[in-house]
């Protein structure tokens, strides 16, 4: 057993993969067949890079993530003002890419494309320049992110959804799939359809994830107030906080909104 262990342990690079000079490669790595990795690239530990990946620009990945064949992270952006610069992108560890999911780098240099911990990525999704996504995040097939989009902690979104540039997704949010998503999505909500339109509070997810009973009910009243009445925004803010008990959760709630740019789904 110790014997496998060890074996299991070894940094494999397969003959007609392309790792270049400078390139930082951890213990314990994989890269299969006909990969690329750039020369600015760091893989961390136990990475596993199945085939015909490619791992570009200033990028990092923490450890044991798990990119399937054809994934492509920190190439170029799509974006028309890119003028060549090589920007950061960072992910945490054990993060998994599916088939053809592509992450692009920023579109200038000192920025950043960031993807948490313990994500997935699933095939043919894509992630553009200078998003932002927290940690335990799912994006289901053919998800497309623009550019410059900021997702929470535990959101979820279903397949084959576009989600707008500067778009805000909260965190323990779940979308539907086939939506669309034009403006922010406060945290902790389940929504759908194209227009979207919101559908009450994620409660299996946070259930799943420990929310005490005081937590849920002051997120309920907190729903009721925000998306149930007539009030408008300044009012319905003002109400939470003389009528809800302040909790971590409600802060969280009630910042996402004040910070809003794009306008809340409500």
Known sequence: MEAADSKKKETFIDPTARIEDGAVIGAGVH????????????????????????????????????????????????????????????????????EYSTVNMPTAAGELTAIGSDCLIMAYAHVAHNCLLGDHVILANSVNLAGHIEIGDYAIIGGVTPV?????????????????????????????????????LNTIGMQRRGFSEEAQQALKDVYRIFFRTSMLKEEALEAIRAEVPDLPEVRTFVEFIESSERGINR
């Open 164 to 200: 707008h540039q500067f778009v805000k997704i909260g965190a323990h949010s779940i979308i539907g799939g086939g939506s669309r998503v034009p403006m922010d999505v406060a945290p902790y909500l389940k929504a759908a359809g194209s227009p979207l339109k919101v559908f009450g």
């Open 31 to 98: 890269v299969g067949p006909w990969c690329q990795v750039g020369a600015q690239v760091e893989l961390g530990d136990g990475c596993i890079l199945d085939s015909m990946v490619k791992v570009d620009g200033e990028t990092t990945l923490g450890t044991e993530c798990h990119l399937h064949h054809g994934a492509v992270v920190g190439s170029t952006p799509q974006d028309l003002k890119y003028r060549g610069d090589i920007g950061t992108v960072r992910v945490g560890s054990r993060t998994v890419f599916r």
